[in-house]
């Protein structure tokens, strides 16, 4: 199984910061993707095949890496940004999410 | 547009089973995968398993077999998933969420709650 870990559990930043949050897999994968998560509310598609903003994502926000290291970067954090970031992988079985970053604002 | 609504939250006994549903509209229902995850309160996201709903094949997380079940009916476009031998370790929420022709889980549930105690 590969094992995402996110780094860092817990941030906060202030409107206008650029915000980076990584996920390192333990075995290296084709694409990462990532989902946005509001508490209560469902997961969404926020990132796909590691660089490409889903519909409706602000183009604030873009995703790279390779191998075994990938990055969310939002370039300039805006209140409506706060909440939890999850990486996915699905290269091999079982398919695995990170445990997550929960981003807050300043 | 493609929406998923789940049933609503269950309240059930150690050692019972429970069966949520999906129905699914705004899409082809048999053309694409339905997967199911898990999420344990106040914590990450856990895959369960898909299932095509076009001939039925599933694949599950080694880790829940035996503890789910994957259905759907083509008539109803409602995908199922029986949970059994409940434990205080299933209480979570569960959601449904259908896989994009590129391989993402593009569309969600709102979620369903199942807790177990007695």
């Known amino acids: 199984e590969i094992v995402l870990t996110q780094s860092p559990t817990t941030m906060a930043a202030s409107p206008g910061e650029k915000v980076t949050l990584t996920c390192r897999a333990s075995?290296?994968?084709?694409?990462m993707h990532w989902y946005q998560q509001k508490s209560g509310a469902s997961p969404k598609l926020w990132i796909y095949?590691?660089?490409n903003r889903a519909s409706g994502v602000p183009n604030r926000f873009s995703g790279s890496g390779s191998g075994t290291s990938y990055s969310l970067t939002i370039s300039s954090m805006e209140t409506e940004d706060a909440a939890t970031y999850y990486c996915?992988?699905?290269?091999?079985?079982?398919?695995?999410f990170g445990s997550g970053t929960k981003l807050e604002i300043k | 547009q493609v929406q998923l609504q789940q049933s609503g939250a269950e309240l059930v006994k150690p050692g019972s089973s429970v069966k949520i549903s999906c129905k699914a509209s705004?899409?082809?229902?048999?053309?694409?995968?339905m997967h199911w995850i898990k999420q344990q309160p106040g914590n990450g996201l856990e895959w369960i398993g898909w299932?095509?709903?076009?001939?039925?094949?599933?694949k599950y997380n080694q880790k829940f077999n035996g503890k789910a079940t994957l259905t759907a009916d083509k008539s109803s476009s409602t995908a199922y998933m029986q949970l059994s031998s409940l434990t205080s370790e299933d209480s979570a929420v569960y959601f449904c969420?259908?896989?994009?022709?590129?391989?993402?889980?593009?569309?969600w549930g709102q979620g369903a709650s199942v807790t177990v105690s007695s």
């Open positions: 996915q992988q699905w290269s091999s079985n079982p398919l695995t």
């Open positions: 969420a259908r896989r994009s022709l590129g391989g993402v889980m593009d569309a």
């Open positions: 095949d590691t660089s």
């Open positions: 299932i095509y709903p076009g001939n039925g094949n599933t």
């Open positions: 075995s290296s994968v084709s694409y």
């Open positions: 705004g899409y082809t229902f048999t053309s694409y995968d």
